[in-house]
């Protein structure tokens, strides 16, 4: 009896160093903060539901493999190696984990001097840009993402991918780092909006954290 204790136990400190590698980040607002823009409805179930899904089941696909030992940057950056479900979920998480960040209830956010100069430079203003990524969204056939991105260089670019793929992939033609990206699948927006994205892309500005953005921006170019 003593040893099936002893065994028990050891069973238990060991699991405690095998659970999940990747865990969702605590959402930053209430439900309900984004009321206007996104429902409260909306946001408890894309973040409990299907936020929670795609870190839990990143932590089962890569279960005894390598990329267990890996950051979430290092499976994103040889998924063309990797199983459709690594893929989907790795990509799945680190997208969610990015989006619930750059969204925010405070009021009138604005892009630093920085970030505002390389958009003014880069699709000509504020107005171009958010029109060019509106329409990367909308034009995104079936489920993605709409993505402004900082590519090897250090240059701004808009591009938008199927599914739950993102500019870190190998897989995908504009590669870069995502700075600010928009969940575009129906789960995102279809309880307010139905099937009009074209109101929620709209919508989704009135609630973007450029703060956050901009921090991204930095952190980008930090790393060229």
Request: hydrophobic share 40%; no cysteine.
């Amino acid at each position: 009896m003593k040893i099936m204790k002893i065994a028990a136990l050891g069973a238990v400190f060991a699991a405690q160093f095998t659970l999940a590698q990747f865990k969702q980040t605590p959402l930053p607002y209430a439900y309900n903060a984004l009321e206007g823009s996104v429902d409260a409805q909306t946001m408890e179930i894309h973040y409990s539901k299907h936020g929670a899904a795609y870190a839990a089941n990143l932590n089962k696909a890569i279960a005894g493999t390598p990329q267990e030992k890996q950051t979430l940057i290092q499976i994103l950056s040889e998924t063309s190696k990797l199983t459709p479900a690594v893929r989907n979920n790795a990509g799945g998480h680190y997208n969610h984990e990015l989006f619930w960040t750059i969204l925010t209830p405070e009021k009138n956010t604005q892009p630093s001097a920085k970030l505002a100069k390389a958009i003014n430079e880069t699709f000509g203003s504020l107005d171009a840009f958010k029109e060019k990524m509106s329409k990367a969204g909308a034009d995104r056939f079936g489920s993605g993402w709409a993505w402004l991105s900082v590519d090897k260089n250090g240059k701004l670019f808009v591009s938008s991918t199927p599914n739950q793929d993102n500019p870190l992939m190998d897989i995908v033609e504009e590669k870069g780092t995502p700075i600010l990206g928009i969940d575009v699948w129906e789960h995102a927006y279809y309880l307010k909006y139905q099937n009009k994205r074209a109101d929620y892309l709209s919508a989704i500005w009135n609630v973007l954290n450029w703060k956050e953005v901009s921090k991204r921006y930095d952190e980008a170019l930090s790393k060229k």
